[in-house]
Nanobody
Framework: QVRLVESGGGLVQAGGSLRLSCAAS????????MAWYRQPPGKQRELVAT???????DYADSVKGRSTISRDNAKKTVYLEVKSLKPEDTAVYYC?????????WGQGTQVTVSS
């Protein structure tokens, strides 16, 4: 059974930074494309960043240049670091694991950025 557990969220002042973690179990982690999504209050869930099994990175324009997604296959963990946080980064951040279209989601971690 696939399980994804996010951690690292919290309340941060604008301009600060956060590092989110997502620990996976029940999958052959190294073959999965991993991603972070977020859902701001009252809005649709949106893609933030992805990292493929080969380490190819992609970022949403809203976080490009101030975010880094990375993975540790030995620890079965994917990370998202976001710097220069803005109030509009406030959202529930979700971890996603995808392999050939089969998706699994974590329960999410709340990030709140105060101005």
């Amino acid at each position: 059974q696939v399980r994804l557990v996010e951690s690292g969220g919290g309340l941060v002042q604008a301009g600060g930074s956060l590092r989110l973690s997502c620990a996976a179990s029940g999958i052959i982690f190294s073959i999965y494309r991993m991603a972070w999504y977020r859902q701001p209050p009252g809005k649709q869930r949106e893609l933030v960043a992805t990292i493929t099994s080969r380490g190819i990175l992609d970022y949403a324009d809203s976080v490009k240049g101030r975010s880094t997604i990375s993975r540790d296959n030995a620890k079965k963990t994917v990370y998202l670091e976001v710097k220069s946080l803005k109030p509009e980064d406030t959202a529930v951040y979700y971890c996603n694991a995808d392999y050939l279209g089969g998706n699994s989601w974590g329960q999410g971690t709340q990030v709140t950025v105060s101005s």
